[in-house]
């Protein structure tokens, strides 16, 4: 019901162009999180793109509001509302590579090129397009859609936490930015702080210091060891056979007194390790095969070796490997580590599945490190468990429907993912778009990108689901 009359109204050419030029009009706005100001949470940037989204919204003709600078919101009707739809205008730094002004959009080839077309802005002004088609088309309705347009996805989400304290949750929430079909199982996370302390030593050779990684979600490309008592002929008849089994590649120099060993990988999300290379795990393989001496440092590399060996991203080694069928396999990722002549500190990212809970993963992560002497700083808790909206749910299974009305794809199933989306804390909130399976947006990278034709799908699709959830 009301696809032919859904699709007559985004297939002309002319609203196409309205809708790659409002798309076009928050992405030229930087809005990248800065310091607060008065009224501003985020800074000016994420500031001046809520003001533009709600003058657009002002434009299309529903009603507007502004909580305190965190959220914007627009409303379709007055009616009871039964549908959130959540999206962000704050974006990540722009980087470097591009080969265009970020902030200055082009369409080319039928792409869409921007920093924001993908994340989020694209999306979100497709969903307010869809929402003016429901009242452009006289689709009856007994409730109302809100637009939430959030303005610290990238940093936080501190503002739904912020709006959520003052407003009640929808019935229904979803929010165009990530996958479709529609994401309705996300993993829990577990990343403790852990370490280990030891007495200097004067013992040859060593290793006297070691770090690695930047962030917690991210795989780390880079790793660097200083080594004393050591010369280069000592380290590089290991290295091509290190490199050949972890796929990392490494360089040695000298410097007084011994060497340092730099390992090269590559990164990754976290949620995904396998599709990157540890670099912190593959020097700690080369590591082992040095003949070091018995000491603390020494020591502790053995252990994190053994508990961490290369291409172990499932936590095996750690006993807290799991899965399920719902959700799928834990992930771990060795994401931070810093070594120096008395201890070490080091941080992990495990992505964990439905079936896991502190007695399978906690304790016994605690239990491993414990009986290497290595111990967890604080209580190193869990956080909140896997956000997961049952796939049999009316709502689910409506929105997998309107997809597949728009798309034909009728292998189309609910996924699972490692990630966290914005409605990870919402009850009953699932991710659903705007990104087309087999597609990459080039999310938080140079030349991010959607295709025209898939922004206007997506808006066949989140007008169905508003006429269907809503009517």
Not at 185 to 196: Q, R
Not at 232 to 245: C, I, K, Q, R
Not at 402 to 426: M, N, R, S
Not at 437 to 459: Q, W, Y
């Amino acid at each position: 019901m009301y696809e032919e009359q859904i699709s007559a109204y985004f297939d002309d050419p002319a609203r196409q162009r309205e809708l790659v030029d409002a798309v076009c009009r928050l992405v030229s706005i930087r809005s990248v999180a800065e310091s607060p100001l008065p009224g501003k949470p985020f800074g000016e940037g994420p500031a001046m793109a809520l003001e533009e989204a709600l003058a657009l919204c002002g434009e299309m003709g529903f009603v507007t509001g502004n909580c305190d600078g965190y959220v914007g919101t627009a409303d379709l009707n007055g009616l009871p509302t039964q549908l959130h739809i959540l999206g962000h205008l704050d974006v990540v730094g722009e980087g470097k590579g591009w080969d265009s002004d970020p902030y200055a959009p082009v369409e080319k080839d039928g792409l869409l090129i921007g920093r924001g077309v993908a994340d989020d802005k694209g999306p979100m002004v497709a969903a307010l397009f869809a929402m003016k088609a429901v009242r452009d088309l006289d689709i009856p309705l007994r409730y109302n859609v809100r637009a939430i347009l959030g303005t610290d996805e990238e940093s936080g989400s501190s503002d739904i936490a912020y709006y959520f304290a003052r407003n009640p949750y929808a019935p229904y929430t979803f929010s165009p930015d990530a996958d479709f079909p529609v994401i309705n199982i996300e993993k829990g996370h577990y990343h403790p702080d852990f370490g280990m302390k030891w007495a200097h030593s004067n013992a040859l050779p060593r290793v006297t210091a070691m770090t690695g990684g930047f962030r917690t979600n991210v795989v780390p490309p880079e790793a660097q060891a200083a080594l004393a008592g050591l010369t280069a002929g000592d380290v590089e008849p290991l290295l091509a056979a290190v490199s050949a089994e972890t796929g990392a590649a490494f360089t040695v120099k000298e410097r007084e007194g011994g060497v340092t060993v730099l390992a090269m990988g590559r990164n990754a999300h976290a949620s995904t390790p396998d599709e990157g290379c540890n670099a912190i795990t593959a020097l700690l393989a080369l590591l082992s095969r040095l003949p070091l001496a018995d000491c603390g440092s020494t020591r502790a590399l053995g252990a994190l070796h053994a508990l961490f060996p290369h291409g172990d991203n499932a936590g095996r080694a750690l006993g807290i490997a799991q899965s399920d069928e719902l959700s799928g396999a834990l992930t771990l990722n060795f994401a931070i580590l810093s070594l120096d002549e008395t201890g070490f500190t080091g941080k992990f990212d495990v992505r964990y599945p439905i079936c896991a809970d502190e007695n399978n993963c906690k304790k016994v992560c605690e239990a491993s490190f414990a009986r290497h002497g290595i111990a967890v700083a604080g209580d190193g808790e869990m956080a909140p468990g896997p956000h997961h909206t049952s796939a049999d749910s009316p709502f689910v299974r409506t929105l997998l429907d309107c997809y597949i009305k728009y798309t034909g794809d009728t292998d189309a199933k609910p996924l699972a993912i490692g990630g966290g989306t914005y409605v990870h804390d919402i009850p009953g909130g699932v991710a659903f778009g705007c990104q087309m399976p087999g597609f990459d947006p080039k999310m938080h990278g140079a030349n991010e990108r959607i295709p025209v034709a898939d922004l206007v799908t997506s808006c066949k699709i989140f007008a169905q689901a508003i006429a269907e959830l809503c009517g």
